[in-house]
């Protein structure tokens, strides 16, 4: 079992920047494929980035390539997502994901999900 906790979501404006944080309790964070997916209201979940479990691949969705930066750090078992050039269309609540399966991360079958941080990009 895997417990996700993110953090780092909040408010901003257009154009701004924000860093999202997930810790996630495991002794095996280094084995695990991670992601970043994301759900607007009124909107079905959709994926947004996810690192291998050695952190060689990465993988992001059209919308936010070039914006928005996945890494990880096994040290710490957390893994990030940097936002910039945020825009209102990234409002959205933003889960983190873990599995053994980096296809399955990318398809948003993952095992493990956290709860979920907001980010609202507003002026």
């Known amino acids: 079992q895997v417990h996700l906790e993110e953090s780092g979501g909040g408010l901003v404006q257009p154009g701004g920047s924000l860093r999202l944080s997930c810790l996630a309790s495991?002794?095996?964070?280094?084995?695990?494929?991670l992601g970043w997916h994301r759900q607007a209201p009124g909107k079905e979940r959709e994926f947004v980035a996810a690192?291998?479990?050695?952190?060689?691949?990465?993988y992001y969705a059209d919308s936010v390539k070039g914006r928005f930066t996945i890494s990880r750090d096994n040290a710490r078992s957390t893994v990030y997502i940097q936002m910039n050039e945020l825009e209102p269309e990234d409002t959205a609540v933003y889960y983190c994901?873990?599995?053994?399966?980096?296809?399955?991360?990318?398809?948003?079958?993952?095992?493990?999900w956290g709860q979920g941080t907001q980010v609202t990009v507003s002026s």
């Open positions: 994901s873990a599995d053994s399966n980096s296809a399955y991360v990318i398809r948003g079958t993952s095992d493990y």
């Open positions: 495991t002794s095996a964070f280094k084995s695990y494929n």
């Open positions: 690192i291998s479990y050695d952190g060689v691949n990465t």
